[in-house]
């Protein structure tokens, strides 16, 4: 099951783990909003990339997912590569809650910075990154990054986030990776 019916179930938020990447791919398919790369790359990332990837979970399925990576010319940085919610769960806080345990996992935990691409007309993405900024006091820098010229096919520029300098003194709010729900947050 990769993304089922919301329930009284609680949410839990974990390291990815080798076997995830077939369901990941699944998720991101399904979640419609993002761009789908190859079962290889999910496949990779679950495995090789654990320690910066975040599934969340209930009644025994991938609800949602945030992919990142920490980039070695920037190791201050923690870049979110894709953040997939299953339709079922969209609009409920959960985008909002992967961010948040997404940066207290064990390879974020000392990233001052958050980086994304966001394409331009990617509206929810923009409001999510921008309410992360300010959950945490952080600014957000909103840049030209990849413009539609760079990409081999027809696509929108992309955007560069920069969130921080983030505190991370005494990070060890979310340090058990599991919260009930509901998940829904105030905006």
Not at 24 to 42: C, D, I, M, P, R
Not at 69 to 92: C, E, L, T
Not at 155 to 176: C, M, Q, V, Y
């Amino acid at each position: 099951m990769i993304h089922p019916k919301p329930s009284a179930a609680p949410v839990n938020f974990r390291s990815a783990r080798h076997g995830d990447g077939a369901a990941l791919w699944q998720l991101v398919k399904s979640a419609g909003t993002l761009e789908l790369n190859s079962a290889y790359f999910y496949l990779l990332f679950a495995s090789d990339f654990s320690d910066t990837c975040l599934v969340a979970e209930t009644d025994g399925g991938i609800v949602g997912t945030v992919i990142g990576y920490r980039p070695p010319a920037n190791p201050a940085s923690a870049f979110v590569w894709q953040i997939g919610v299953a339709p079922d769960m969209q609009g409920q806080g959960l985008g909002k809650a992967l961010l948040r345990h997404w940066i207290s996992l064990p390879g974020n935990a000392d990233a001052r910075w958050v980086t994304a691409t966001v394409a331009e007309d990617n509206v929810a993405s923009t409001r999510l990154f921008r309410a992360f900024a300010r959950d945490n006091g952080a600014a957000c820098e909103d840049v030209p990054h990849f413009t539609a010229e760079l990409f081999p096919h027809e696509h929108p520029a992309e955007r560069l986030f920069r969130i921080g300098p983030l505190d991370r003194k005494g990070n060890t709010e979310h340090s058990t990776l599991r919260t009930e729900r509901p998940i829904a947050e105030p905006s």
